[in-house]
């Protein structure tokens, strides 16, 4: 039974939406070809961030409709 029957998605979305914004971060960490750590950690924190921003914005619109 979801946590939140009166909002659509509810915890079953937020799994989901980890999912997409992490997938993304663990590839382009372990992918990079930055020799240097502090720009491989650099974009990798930038792709989360970005990923995190799409997925609420997502989440959002899904709410609305």
Do not use: H, K, Q
């Amino acid at each position: 039974m979801p946590l939140f029957p009166d909002l659509p998605g509810g915890p079953e979305l937020l799994c989901i939406n980890l999912l997409f914004a992490v997938g993304p971060g663990l590839f382009v960490y372990y992918n990079s070809t930055e020799n240097n750590v502090e720009n491989r950690l650099l974009w990798t924190g930038a792709t989360l961030a970005a990923g995190l921003v799409a997925n609420i914005v997502g989440s959002g619109v899904v709410l609305l409709l």
